[in-house]
């Protein structure tokens, strides 16, 4: 009769120990006869053998049956020799039974999905996969972003370490595990199992146990199921492309649908009021899946060349904009006027901006950086009227340096807004009132409406200069006027209206004084038309003269130059655009992406 | 200088001689270039032409100058003798029988032999370049030209003296040219034995130039001494001959830069008082342009300054009281010489 370990007797078939019982009592083996007398005889050893070896071989057969469908994969460990068909027929069709009610790995999917939709923050989601490799203990938590994260603290607790009793060859140990355990101790290898299983505590357990009808893999599931109050015992067949379970959690995990939204936190102007807020501009709602991708249009404000710094945080929930922990990184802004930032989710907590590129973690604290958004933009952001008007009456050099000043300042701003809807831009030249009676009701302004800066640049070239015919003023009451039509509907369409006078010589009167210059002879009034600029239209006016006007001059120019008077040799484009309020040099950066308004 | 005669037919001519006295620059050459233009506009039935080839074309010339190429004259440079024959109609009593009058026409007819002599020539010091400090008559001056001047002036019986406020107000020199020349005018007369009188004999017609300039029409205005003749189709302000003495008093005293106001006092001290007349001038008069039938308040600058510090004439020009004066001698010098 087999021992183990020399002590006890077992079954010669299973291996179990023996009882007082005849048979045995799991495999049914005659353990017990009466006595007879005689000598046993050399046909009645040899019967007895092909007995034992037969009950062992269907015993080996039926979990070489379950291991596998090939009778060939085991058939070294099956004791008693190959299996005849029907042996391999039996033990498949028992292997069958065994393994009934497994599920399969799409089930097992949809069962991981459940679990995984069933994570709360507290107690820890505990998922123990059992395996031939052994037991393996994942915790599934979510994450700042609500999402369900896979934590392994452990490595697989491998079987040779559990049961060091189990063969050292692999296929052996793995035959022992499905079952066909020989000779060893059965109640050792138990005893062994309960003390070697992990202890898991109160959190709630989902136990997958594969391949099903493993008798270890079984007993150890039955062990750790019965260890915690809520638990889910799942017994699956092994995956087609032998996957492990863990990747298939990581790919339950990555293809979850969103359990809460995602924002992108923006800055907010008021065109009107100038004040800026922050808000979080939805990207991904609850439910959505990996594989989407969202925009937000966004601006730069005009003259910012610094990083962007784009946090995506978890929205409701009570999780703000002032979240501590969003997902941050910074990308040089984009050099376009408007850019798009593009985020594209590649699973639960896994976001990724795919505009603009070269993003980087962004290494100063979030709150840091949501303190220095401004809370107001002295100068907002458009859109923008402009209209440069020009005294093209001068010798050749003051005329080419005027153009030249208002040409550097277009391709300026042309970098800034080239879209028509952020500015636009008219060019306005004048040339002197001829005084004389053919020509004292000529029109003497040349220029076209209000067009994209491209345009107005080209308009510019078109613009050529003239000479002096009259010293004493020139027509910029004329260019006012202009103005004034040109922009009269700005301020109402909630466009701010912006005048760039670039001359020398002041207006003409609307009359006759005793020292004043010949009026205008289409009487308009510049002051008037200077008062319907600033008070009715808004319009900021900044004049450059050529150089620093006599006392008499200096007194109009300071008031054509309301918002500010300059000269021509001491500015330069950037700083007219500074002066006009288009491109603020010294406007406080938003950290932020500006959110365009919907 | 002009010579004139009140014989109807004219059998024999006594000249009688009307120079223009200013400083430089006083409007002199323009005054007498829109002389011809004056006397077409006038109602009166003038009539004026040149006594020689020269004198027709400096008054063609300077007419055209003024009305086709709207410029001013230049400055003359030197001395031109010029002559004009001027015809004025005009009325006289005559002695009937019984001690009674009547009236009767008569044409007035008198040449105008002008000098047009620069005006640098009448200043009391020479301002060669704009400087002072040379006597006038220095040596290396043709010592024909100011004693010619001022023979000529000397010897007028009437002279249109012009006084340029403008010309006052940035340079301040009028009693300069005017002092200097009136004491060589008086010396000429008194110093060379005859019997002196308290007074210059002349005419003199005080003329105010430039009353078109901005400036001077606001101080015309503002003082009061605007009117309008209700006969002037194009209702040009003007001054009254009877408060263009104060006006011209007036403007004397606001010059800051020189001493104008010694001028009234020196005409009273060196004219007789009835020979004395004034007149607010304007030899281009106000711009009526742009679809005006009329002269606007609001726009009526006539001389308009060019780049190069020229100026050029806006318009059509309307001369203001420019024959007036010239009537009021010829008026003068007539009944001197029917007395």
Request: proline content about 8%; overall charge neutral; glycine content about 8%.
């Amino acid at each position: 009769m087999p021992e183990t370990g020399g002590t006890r007797p077992v079954c010669p078939v299973c291996g179990l120990p023996i009882t007082e019982q005849q048979g045995c009592t799991e495999c049914s083996w005659t353990l017990r006869t009466p006595r007879r007398s005689g000598v046993v005889s050399a046909e009645q050893r040899q019967e007895f053998d092909e007995r034992l070896d037969g009950a062992r071989r269907r015993l080996d057969a039926s979990v070489a049956a379950i291991m596998s469908p090939d009778p060939q994969r085991f058939a070294s460990l099956i004791r008693g020799g190959q299996p005849t068909a029907a042996e391999w027929k039996a033990a498949r069709q028992a292997a069958e039974r065994a393994t009934a009610g497994a599920v399969t790995d799409e089930r097992l999917r949809a069962i991981l999905a459940e679990v995984l939709s069933d994570v709360t923050a507290e107690p820890d989601m505990v998922i123990v996969e059992i395996d031939d490799h052994g037991i393996t203990i994942a915790r599934v938590r979510l994450d700042g972003f609500g999402s369900p994260l896979l934590h392994r603290p452990e490595p697989t607790l491998a079987w040779q370490h559990m049961l060091p009793l189990l063969a050292k060859h692999a296929d052996e140990r793995r035959f022992q595990l499905a079952g066909g355990f020989g000779s060893a101790d059965r109640d050792e290898l138990w005893t062994t199992l309960s003390k070697a299983v992990p202890k898991i505590g109160d959190d709630r357990v989902t136990v997958i146990c594969r391949p099903p009808g493993w008798q270890v893999l079984d007993r150890a599931a039955e062990l750790i199921s019965r260890q915690a109050a809520a638990s889910r015992l799942v017994r699956a067949v092994p995956a087609a492309d032998s996957s492990s379970l863990a990747a298939l959690i990581d790919g339950e995990v990555a293809t979850a649908p969103l359990r809460r939204g995602y924002g992108l936190m923006v800055a907010v102007a008021d065109p009107v009021t100038k004040e800026v807020h922050t808000q979080v501009r939805p990207l991904f709602a609850p439910g959505d899946r990996p594989g989407r991708e969202v925009s937000v249009a966004a601006r730069r404000v005009p003259g910012d060349r610094g990083d962007v710094t784009l946090a995506i945080l978890v929205d409701g929930n009570g999780a703000t904009q002032r979240q501590e922990q969003p997902m941050v990184v910074a990308a040089a802004i984009p050099q376009e006027p408007d850019y798009r930032i593009s985020v594209a989710l590649d699973g639960p907590g896994r976001i990724r901006i795919t505009e603009p590129a070269g993003t980087r973690p962004q290494e100063r604290p979030w709150l840091e950086i949501l303190a220095e958004v401004p809370h107001q933009l002295d100068a907002l952001i458009g859109p923008f009227d402009l209209v440069c008007a020009i005294d093209l009456a001068g010798t050749k050099a003051e005329v080419r340096e005027r153009r030249g000043l208002v040409g550097e300042l277009l391709t300026l701003l042309e970098g800034e807004y080239p879209q028509a809807e952020m500015l636009r831009v008219s060019v306005l030249g004048c040339t002197d009132h001829v005084f004389s009676p053919r020509s004292d009701r000529t029109n003497v302004v040349r220029g076209a409406p209000l067009a994209p800066v491209g345009e107005a640049r080209a308009m510019l070239t078109g613009l050529t200069g003239a000479d002096v015919v009259y010293p004493d003023a020139a027509p910029i009451e004329d260019l006012l006027h202009k103005t004034a039509g040109l922009l009269s509907d700005s301020h109402r369409q909630g466009r701010q209206a912006r005048l760039l006078l670039v001359g020398q010589r002041t207006p003409h009167p609307r009359a006759q004084g005793p020292n004043t210059p010949i009026p205008c002879p289409f009487r308009y009034d510049w002051r008037a038309a200077l008062r319907t600029l600033t008070d009715s239209c808004a319009v900021a006016c900044v004049a450059v003269t050529d150089k620093a006007p006599s006392r008499d001059q200096a007194r109009v120019w300071r008031e054509l130059g309301k918002t500010m008077l300059c000269h021509r040799d001491a500015t330069d484009a950037r700083q007219l655009s500074d002066y006009l309020g288009i491109l603020p040099a010294n406007s406080p950066r938003i950290p932020i992406p500006l959110a365009i308004s919907n | 200088m002009a010579t004139i005669s009140n014989a109807v037919p004219p059998t024999a001519r006594t000249l009688k001689r009307i120079g223009v006295w200013g400083a430089p620059e006083s409007g002199k050459t323009t005054f007498l270039a829109a002389l011809n233009v004056a006397v077409a506009r006038s109602s009166t039935d003038l009539l004026i032409y040149g006594t020689d080839d020269e004198a027709t074309e400096f008054l063609a010339e300077n007419t055209a100058m003024l009305t086709s190429q709207r410029r001013f004259p230049a400055a003359t440079e030197t001395n031109r003798p010029l002559s004009w024959t001027m015809h004025i109609p005009s009325q006289r009593p005559v002695a009937k029988r019984f001690g009674r009058q009547a009236i009767e026409p008569v044409n007035l007819q008198f040449n105008i032999d002008l000098l047009d002599a620069p005006g640098r020539h009448m200043a009391s010091v020479r301002l060669a370049g704009g400087r002072a400090g040379e006597e006038l008559f220095g040596d290396d001056d043709p010592a024909s030209e100011p004693e010619e001047v001022i023979e000529h002036l000397a010897g007028c019986d009437g002279i249109v003296f012009l006084f340029d406020p403008i010309r006052e107000q940035t340079e301040g020199d009028a009693y300069e040219y005017f002092q200097g020349t009136l004491l060589r005018m008086a010396q000429r007369r008194f110093g060379q034995g005859g019997a002196p009188t308290a007074k210059l004999p002349q005419h003199l017609a005080v003329c105010v130039t430039k009353l078109d300039a901005p400036a001077v029409y606001r101080r015309a205005k503002l003082g009061g001494y605007r009117t309008f003749d209700e006969n002037d189709p194009y209702l040009f302000p003007r001054v009254h001959d009877d408060s263009a003495a104060h006006f011209f008093a007036e403007l004397c005293r606001a010059s800051d830069l020189g001493n104008a106001d010694l001028v009234p006092k020196a005409i009273s001290h060196y004219f007789r008082p009835e020979r004395v007349k004034y007149f607010i001038t304007s030899a281009i008069g106000f711009y009526v342009g742009g679809g005006a039938s009329r002269f606007r308040e609001h726009d009526y600058q006539n001389a308009v300054r060019e780049s190069d510090g020229s100026y050029h004439i806006r318009g059509p020009i309307h001369p203001i009281n420019v024959v007036e004066p010239l009537l009021w001698l010829a008026k003068c010098l007539a009944m001197d010489q029917r007395a």
